[in-house]
DNA sequence: GGTAGACCTGGACGC
DNA sequence: GCGTCCAGGTCTACC
């Protein structure tokens, strides 16, 4: 079956599918040739499936096995997060204005950015990037997936991301060992399981409306939650305040403003200071000289 | 507030 | 095939 949804204007699929790495982290896929993204769910009721979405004229379609009217409002709904469909840049392009560097922000339809379904599957991703290859971070999430991830009936290698009971019922040595996620392990376990005891509420961030600079030292008290991957979590929550920054940001400013020169992480906060609250959109949406 | 060292994995490299 | 070095962000101890 398939439906469309309707996306604030101005959206281009591309930019959010290619906003960041997340595309290249299962459960996701890209077909570059269908322009396709899909994306192995797990709805509420335990039902595994996977969906294909591509553009349309003002939104997106979804092209799914057949789903029951409540299946569907719920894949409407995560579909509807994963690619922002309904949040509004405004402010950023007005703030980009008469900056080269961001001229194409809004003829792109930049700001938002690709996310998943739940925040706590973008924490763990976001915690597999920090200190490592970007190779590493995409076997350490495939392997998590493979491990602990429920399939769909009958396809045991399509498989959705594993929730917080799945990982709490296992134990930090358990996902060092078969995940090979080192020291990340204590810190995937134990958020697990402070979500699955009910004492921390990790997905109503996704809808706070605490300030950014208190949103993000709830996001910095996540044992393995530091400065860059608050930034990048911030950024998924839809705040472009904070700037992550890891060594690409110190090599894409050094190449930008310093012929190559190594730069200090405040040199990078200084070339951004002026956006404000868009600094993080500044620098990810900047039309950087170096790419690798 | 700033800094140094440990954490851990796998790829690259030299032998 | 083996050993060594290196990249990567966070945490902790220390000044």
Partial sequence: MQFKLYARQPFQFLSVVKSHGWVQLAPFTFDEQKVSLSYTDRLSNG??????????????????????????????????????????????????????????????????????????????????????????????????????????????????????????ASSPEVLKETVRVGYRAASIHELALRIESGNFNLESLKTSDLPTLDLRNELLKIKGVGPYAAANLLLILGRGDFIPLDTWALKLVSHEWYDGQPVTAKKVEKHFEKWAEFKGLAYLFWDWKYEG
């Fill in 47 to 168: 039902r595994v499936l996977t969906y294909h979405i591509s553009e349309t004229t003002d939104g997106v379609a979804i092209e799914t096995e057949k789903l029951t009217g409540s299946e569907q409002a719920e894949v409407a709904q995560h579909v509807t997060w994963m690619l922002g469909l309904d949040m509004d840049f405004s402010g950023f392009y007005a703030a980009s204005l008469g900056e080269p560097k961001l001229l194409q922000a809004e003829k792109k339809a930049q700001g938002r950015v690709l996310r998943s379904p739940t925040l706590f599957e973008d924490v763990v991703k976001t915690i597999l990037t920090t200190n490592t290859l970007w190779t590493a971070t995409k076997r350490m999430n495939l392997k998590l997936i493979n491990e602990y991830g429920p399939s769909s009936d009958g396809e045991t290698d399509v498989r959705a991301f594993p929730n917080t009971a799945e990982i709490a």
